[in-house]
Every structure is written in C-alpha cells, then in structure tokens.
C-alpha cells in the first residue's frame, strides 16, 4: 500500500482482501470505490453489515443463516418434511433455492471431509443429520455434493452413516449440462451422463 493512505485506509483493504475472489489488487479498487461513493455505498454497506452482524443466526435444525431461529424454510409448513437435501454450504441451498426444483427441507454441512484440510467427520454437522433422518417422518435424503474427490469421499460416508436409518439416500444426477454440446464436455462428465442415462 501507497505511504499516503492513511491506516484505515489500509484496514479496509486488508479486510476486504480476505473476502473470497477479492485479492489485494481488487480489494484496493473496491476500497477505492467505496470511499468515493460513501453516501451510495459505503455508509449503506456499512449499515447493512452491522444488521446483518447483530440480526442474522446460524439455524440450528438445518445449518442455513436466517434472522430466525428455525429459519424461514424449516419453518414453512407447506414444505414436505420426509425429503432433506444434504448441501455443502449456504451458498449451495441459495443456488438451490433459485432453481425452485426442490420444496423439502435442508441439511447444510458446513464442508466436506477432506484428509489433507484435516476436516473429519467431527468437524461437519453429521450427528445432526443422522439425528434428523432418523426421525419417523424422513423417507428419502438426497445429497447434493459436489462432484469433486472430498465431495464424494463425504456422500459415501454420509450413506454409510445413514444405512441405519430407514431413509433412501439418493444423489443428484450428474452428467450433460442443458445445453451443453458433448464435444466441449470433458471426459468425465461424458462417461457419468452415460452410466446415469433413463429411457426417453
């Protein structure tokens, strides 16, 4: 940073920086466009992190972020109780939820395993999940997990886990994008279309 900005100057971009797709370099424009915008933006973000800081909790039956406790889909009544979709992050029920495919309930993990992060079962919301499709009312639980080496190291312990449970625990489909032409597809993505094909 330039001699010239002052330390508060510094501590916004520096805190900026940490936010996940903002390094330094874009931390210093947004810095800098918040500082020109203050009436705009900056006071309005401003206010808007403190609310969200002092109003927002973390559910404690599903995992997501609301400013209730059960959050607003746990406690919508006209969502059916017997499916939970089993997402990594909040960022994964949201995309969820804007595809408007899906009217249960959630369960979010808060990660995957991952050997090399040191992130083992204890450190993920599992017990809760189990708790929860244990219950009478639960029939089917679906994982919805990346498809990337610890998202699917996690769905099959979590199906190991849930084999006690009297649920059927299914997995998102995966294969050929809408829209996606095959010749621009990678490899893998070909072969899972072609072992998850259905009849047209």
């Known amino acids: 940073m330039a001699a010239s900005a002052g330390p ?13 797709g903002l390094g330094p370099r874009s931390a210093r424009r947004a810095a800098l466009a918040l500082l020109k915008r203050r009436d705009q933006l900056l006071r309005p973000l401003a206010d808007a992190l403190a609310e969200a800081a002092a109003r927002v909790k973390v559910c404690a039956r599903c995992g997501s972020l609301d400013t209730q406790d059960p959050c607003a889909i746990c406690a919508d009544n006209s969502r059916d109780p017997a499916l939970i979709c089993v997402v990594e992050e909040v960022g994964a029920l949201w995309a969820m939820e804007r595809a408007s495919a899906f009217r249960g309930r959630y ?12 992130v083992g079962p204890e450190a993920l919301r599992v017990n809760g999940l189990v708790a929860r499709a244990s219950d009478a009312g639960v029939r089917e639980v679906i994982l919805a997990l990346p498809a990337t080496v610890d998202g699917q190291t996690t769905a099959h312990y979590l199906a190991d886990r849930l084999a006690g449970a009297e ?22 993505t070909i072969a899972q279309a072609m072992r998850a094909r259905r009849p047209a």
């Open 8 to 20: 508060e100057i510094e501590r916004l971009i520096s805190l900026l920086a940490k936010l996940p």
């Open 107 to 118: 369960h979010v993990l808060g990660g995957l395993l991952s050997a090399l992060d040191g």
């Open 167 to 188: 649920v059927s625990v299914t997995m998102l489909a995966r294969g050929v994008p809408v829209g996606g032409e095959l010749d621009w597809l990678d490899d893998g």
